[in-house]
C-alpha cells in the first residue's frame, strides 16, 4: 500500500523568501503524485501532479515540484511567497495501475505561515 | 469550481442518531469518494465508487456506510453517529487519466 510522509508540521516562512516543502512517498512502482492547498474553511485545491515525463512539473499560483525517484521525494517549491500563500498544504499519491481508481493517499499536511 | 454540491455543509447531531451527507454531482462522473479530514491525520479515505451501485471501502470504513443508486449522488450514512465520528468530510470526484481528484466545499459534521 502506499503512503505519504510530510515531515513538516508546520513552517514559517517571511514574505517575499523562498519556501520548500517536503514530500516522501512508499509506492512499488512509478507513482501519480500531487500537490494540494487547502485554504481555512476550504476544500481542497488541485496544485500541480506529476504521472510522467519531465520530473519538474509547473502548477498554478507560481509554484513548482520536483519529482526525485532516487529519494521518492514530490518537494513542492516557489521562489517568492506571498502572505495569501498561507495554507495547508497536502502532498497525495495514487497508485498508477488502474489508473488510481481506488482514490489518491494524503500526507498529515503542512501548515504554512507567512511572517510580514 | 469541482462540480459537486454538498449537503448539509453543517450538522450538530446527537451520539446514537443516524446521519446522511449527500453529495451531488451534474457532470456524469463515474468515480467519487468521501473522505474524512481531521488534525493531524490529513485526509483520509471511507468508500469510494465506481459506478451506480458500485463501491468499495477505503481506509477508514468503520461506522459508514455509501450508496449510490444514481451517477449523480453519492450517499454516505453515518448509521448511529458517535463522537469519533465528529470532523470534516469531503466528497471528490474523478478527473483525468492520472487520477486528481477535485473536492467539494465540505460537511462539518459535529457529534455531541
Known amino acids: 500500500a502506499q503512503s505519504v510522509t510530510q515531515p513538516d508540521i508546520h513552517i514559517t516562512v517571511s514574505e517575499g523568501a523562498s519556501l520548500e516543502l517536503r514530500c516522501n512517498y512508499s509506492?512499488?512502482?512509478?507513482?501519480?503524485l500531487f500537490w494540494y492547498v487547502q485554504s481555512p474553511g476550504q476544500g481542497l485545491q488541485l496544485l500541480l501532479k506529476y504521472f510522467s515525463g519531465d520530473t519538474l512539473v509547473q502548477g498554478i499560483k507560481g509554484f513548482e515540484a520536483e519529482f526525485k525517484r532516487s529519494q521518492s521525494s514530490f518537494n513542492l517549491r516557489k521562489p517568492s511567497v506571498h502572505w495569501s500563500d498561507a495554507a495547508e498544504y497536502f502532498c497525495a499519491v495514487g497508485a498508477s495501475s488502474g489508473g488510481g481508481a481506488d482514490g489518491l493517499t494524503f500526507g498529515k499536511g503542512t501548515h504554512l505561515i507567512i511572517q510580514p | 469550481d469541482a462540480g459537486i454540491t454538498q449537503s448539509p455543509r453543517h450538522k450538530v447531531t446527537e451520539t446514537g442518531t443516524p446521519v446522511t451527507l449527500r453529495c451531488h454531482q451534474t457532470?456524469?462522473?463515474?468515480?467519487m469518494y468521501w473522505y474524512r479530514q481531521d488534525p493531524g491525520h490529513g485526509l483520509r479515505l471511507i468508500h469510494y465508487?465506481?459506478?451506480?451501485?458500485?463501491?468499495d471501502k477505503g481506509e477508514v470504513s468503520d461506522g459508514y456506510s455509501v450508496s449510490r443508486s444514481k451517477t449523480e449522488d453519492f450517499l454516505l450514512t453515518l448509521e448511529s453517529a458517535t463522537s469519533s465520528q465528529t470532523s470534516v468530510y469531503f466528497c471528490?470526484?474523478?478527473?483525468?487519466?492520472?487520477?486528481?481528484?477535485?473536492f467539494g466545499e465540505g460537511s462539518r459534521l459535529t457529534v455531541l
Open positions: 457532470e456524469n462522473h463515474r468515480y
Open positions: 471528490a470526484h474523478r478527473g483525468g487519466q492520472s487520477g486528481e481528484l477535485f
Open positions: 465508487s465506481y459506478g451506480v451501485k458500485d463501491t
Open positions: 509506492y512499488g512502482a512509478t507513482p501519480y
